[in-house]
């Protein structure tokens, strides 16, 4: 296959090699990577099985492993290459059959690359025209360096002369099989990319590839300015070695190979040195491109060490910079311990966080992987319990995930309630503080719900919240929640019926942390009965009413308004004291009814319905929630 075809294509595990089923439709293949597997969150299917008859699909895992085969074949024809150049008369030996067969192989592909589709990076369609792929392939330079260094001149010779020749022609014309290294380059590319291998065992694995195979070639190439000289005993090996030329080969590539890897290592025993002015040549060559070598291998390995231990530099930086932080501060002990293990968790657990993973994902594959790992845990929170799928995929999809290490407060007492959260996992301890003396409450655990006491009714934290071991908590906003339930009055209604069935089983000592909340359940309590009461008595003046229609009049229901105000007893400009604290009640349906409620609530009936700033309230229906009014 060419090299700006393997270079286009993506990957993906298709089922068949070869697709039989004529089709002229192109699938759109822009969101597939060019790396061994699929890009994150790609569904490779069967779609490509529509491509026209006898094409191969270059996702396919077969071809794949075709492509892998004949990476090793390089490997060998590098080698060998290289070898026969050095020592010719091998080029007759063994190596002739293996090389032959290697060559069948690469002449094998060249053939199947007349099958492959390919991408066209214009349109990014997968094209499947055989006349296309073909013209593609032998109208580029590939193709002819694939059959120069695919055809076994030797050989050929060989047919058509009968004799074999014996000069280095044929040695040189090997070399063009070096062409093939742009597979082991491509090959090495994918693997970095593909997170079932280790990248820095894949970089390790190339850098040593590269310095295993510059040994090699300049060994064999020093031994050929050697078995070239005119004079052989005034050569490097010649020197060490009498009539080296008639010595075994694999004694000679040993030398080769040793003097290479000594003078690559800049040891330089003396022992083996150039004797010539052609070898001190290639020396003084060899031995600049051992500088850059050098600098290439130890700069790669330092850039894989430091990338190794960068988390961990940034960790040390961190935690250093809360520690002066601390002193300059003069923090307590405590304090300092959380602000260290909440630093630690979040290094330690960084893979796991939400927002830092998927920062750069579309918000459609987030909100997907946020309904995987949190739907489940929202549906069974009491306070979401029986809402619509549409409001609980709106909630997931808004919510933010975070770790707690344990012994910090997720939520501090009298705070300003900006966020509530749902308990993933973990448990966490519900405080209060009295004359600064620390009471425990109760324990929450999972799909347990914390701080929506204080975003529902608008007010102050009542409770710390506190983790007892580490905690995973989704978090919601205040606002981006109260956007949400607006638009869903049947939700909303279902919401506030969880809730004040819930606060209806909290513990007495809960209770009393919320002074008002006993007034509240108290009148939800009456609340039912004075509804059928006023609906009765509104069922008898209809059907007193005369109707020549025979249809009845409809109106507002008491109690029906979700409208919450808290009312005083006194006059706005006497303040808001902690003897005169308001009363939170559902706004009536009329001033007359208010009037009711707040002598009933402070023993005496008022005229005059104030605001704050001390306008005269004339209408209900300009009311909005949580106002302050005072009854005068």
């Known amino acids: ?78 080698w060998a290459s290289v070898f026969e150049l050095a020592f010719n008369k091998t080029a007759r030996g063994p190596l002739l059959i293996v090389d032959l067969v290697v060559d069948v192989f690469f002449a094998i592909d060249i053939v199947l690359t007349f099958f492959v589709a390919y991408l066209d990076k ?95 070639s300049a060994g064999c190439f020093y031994y050929w300015l050697a078995r070239h000289h005119k004079t052989p005993a005034n050569t490097w090996i010649g020197s060490a070695i009498e009539d080296f030329k008639h010595r075994s080969v694999w004694l000679c590539y040993t030398y080769s190979i040793y003097w290479s890897i000594v003078t690559l290592t800049t040891v330089g025993y003396g022992d083996l040195h150039a004797v010539n002015t052609g070898e001190k040549i290639f020396n003084m060559i060899y031995m600049l491109f051992n500088i850059g070598l050098t600098a290439y291998t130890i700069g790669n390995m330092t850039n894989l060490v430091v990338h190794a231990a960068v988390r961990t530099f940034a960790m040390r930086d961190a935690l250093n910079e809360l520690l002066r932080y601390a002193s300059k501060n003069r923090l307590p002990e405590g304090l300092r311990e959380q602000m260290m293990a909440h630093m630690q968790l979040k290094f330690k657990t960084a893979e796991l966080q939400q927002e830092e993973v ?66 993933v996992s973990g448990a966490v301890d519900l405080l209060t503080y009295k004359n600064g003396t620390e009471q425990f409450l109760s324990k929450l655990g999972a799909a347990d719900m914390a701080g929506e006491i204080g975003v529902i009714f608008n007010i102050p934290q009542p409770f710390t919240v506190r983790t007892k071991r580490l905690s995973q908590v989704v978090r919601i906003s205040h606002h981006h929640f109260k956007q949400m339930i607006q638009p869903q009055s049947e939700d909303g209604k279902i919401i506030i019926a969880n809730f004040m069935k819930y606060l209806q089983g909290l513990k007495e000592d809960v209770l009393q942390e919320i002074p008002f909340l006993t007034e509240l359940l108290a009148d939800q309590t009456q609340k039912p009965t004075e509804q059928n009461e006023e609906q009765q008595n509104r069922e008898t003046l209809d059907s007193q009413d005369a109707n020549p229609e025979g249809r009845t009049g409809t109106s507002s229901l008491p109690g029906e308004s979700t409208i919450r105000v808290i009312i005083h007893g006194h006059h706005p400009s006497q303040g808001t004291s902690s003897d005169r604290l308001g009363k939170l009640v559902y706004l009536p349906d009329s001033l007359q009814d208010l009037f009711n409620l707040a002598e009933k609530k402070f023993g005496k009936r008022g005229s005059t319905i104030l605001m704050a700033d001390g306008s005269k309230v004339e209408e209900l229906n300009v009311l909005r929630e949580n106002d302050h009014l005072f009854v005068v």
């Open 122 to 216: 214009s349109t990014y369609l997968l094209v499947d025209d055989h006349k296309k792929i073909a013209l593609r392939y032998v109208t580029r330079v590939w193709f002819f360096m694939d059959i120069t260094s695919t055809l076994p001149y030797q050989f050929i010779f060989r047919i058509f002369t009968g004799a074999w020749h014996d000069g280095e022609i044929f040695s040189f014309l090997n070399l063009l099989r070096l062409w093939r290294l742009w597979r082991v380059s491509e090959f090495f590319k994918r693997l970095e990319k593909d997170t079932r291998f280790s990248y820095f065992w894949t970089r390790l694995l190339k850098l040593l590839g590269v310095i295993v195979f510059a040994v090699h």
């Open 1 to 78: 296959m060419s090299r700006t075809a393997m270079a286009d294509i993506g990957s993906s595990p298709l089922p068949l090699l070869f697709r039989r089923r004529s089709s002229g439709e192109i699938r759109n293949l822009a969101t597939v990577s060019s790396s061994i597997l699929p890009a994150f969150g790609t569904v490779v299917d069967d779609g490509y099985s529509h491509l026209k008859k006898y094409v191969i699909v270059p996702y396919d895992q077969r071809y794949r492993w075709w492509q892998t085969f004949l990476v090793v074949l390089v490997l060998y024809s590098a």
């Open 358 to 423: 998927l920062q750069d994902l579309p918000k459609a594959i987030r909100s997907s992987i946020a309904q995987h790992l949190f739907r489940r845990t929202v549906e069974k929170s009491y306070l979401f319990n029986g809402v619509s799928e549409d409001l609980v995929s709106q909630l997931v999809s808004d919510m933010k995930a975070e770790y707690f290490p344990p012994k910090v407060e997720i939520i501090l007492q009298n705070e300003i309630p900006t966020d509530f959260y749902i308990l």
